[in-house]
């Protein structure tokens, strides 16, 4: 069968689950900062607050390297104990360091219904690509863990930006034949209408990172390219 289009998909939080990875760590960190500060503790909302500004503020200088939510939970710590006026204690910085990397450990899981989703469309006849941004180290982890090149005619793993990527792909397909499917208004949808394609944007209830919401884009412009969707599935309604 020809291949119709090429759908391009973002990995994390659109295929498989990764917030829960970092919800998982940081109850971890509240747990122990809790116990080490007792009383003078701030309320766990308003610690992660203070992280999500800093984290967001450390993408300028380390993107999505792996050492940048560890690095910004330990600058939270530091942060906290001169807001309530203690001395940080270097060993609890280095503990908190130590859980924060753990957010890219195994298992990783695709979500339910994905897999039946990237195989339809494949015997479809369309071309699929596994567009995936970050560490190259730690995206190259969870595509192994989850044995997920089966699925796909092509694996990219770019550092951060996705458009030169996608822009390659219509090249060879055309604009009009190439669609990037992803959960994050900033790294997915931002490209594809920087490169002119559409956009089938599928947003995560669960994931409030400020770094998805950085690059703002003009309603027109997503008016024009971007379709929203409640679910993965109902991708197979757009692409008979």
Not at 12 to 26: A, C, F, R, S
Not at 79 to 92: A, H, N, T
Not at 106 to 130: C, D, N, W
Not at 173 to 182: A, D, L, T, Y
């Amino acid at each position: 069968m020809e291949k119709k289009q090429c759908l391009v998909f973002d990995g994390d939080d659109t295929l498989w689950g990764n917030v829960w990875k970092y919800q998982l760590v940081e109850a971890k960190i509240l747990l122990f900062l809790a116990q080490r500060l007792k009383e003078k503790c701030w309320p766990f909302g308003k610690i992660l607050d203070l992280n999500d500004k800093i984290d967001t503020e450390d993408v300028r200088d380390l993107g999505l390297d792996k050492s940048r939510f560890p690095t910004s939970w330990a600058k939270t710590y530091q942060q906290l104990c001169q807001e309530i006026k203690i001395s940080p204690r270097e060993e609890d910085a280095q503990k908190i360091y130590d859980l924060a990397s753990g957010f890219w450990q195994p298992p990783f899981y695709f979500f339910e219904g994905a897999v039946k989703v990237l195989k339809e469309l494949r015997r479809r006849g369309y071309y699929l690509v596994l567009l995936t941004a970050g560490d190259r180290e730690v995206q190259q982890f969870k595509v192994d863990n989850l044995k997920a090149e089966r699925y796909f005619d092509e694996v990219i793993i770019v550092a951060e930006d996705k458009a030169l990527a996608i822009m390659a792909k219509a090249h060879i397909f055309g604009r009009s034949n190439v669609v990037m499917v992803g959960n994050s208004a900033h790294s997915d949808m931002a490209a594809a209408i920087k490169v002119r394609v559409r956009g089938v944007y599928i947003p995560m209830i669960s994931d409030d990172w400020s770094y998805h919401n950085l690059r703002r884009v003009s309603s027109r412009a997503w008016q024009k390219y971007i379709t929203q969707l409640k679910t993965l599935d109902e991708i197979l309604t757009l692409f008979p």
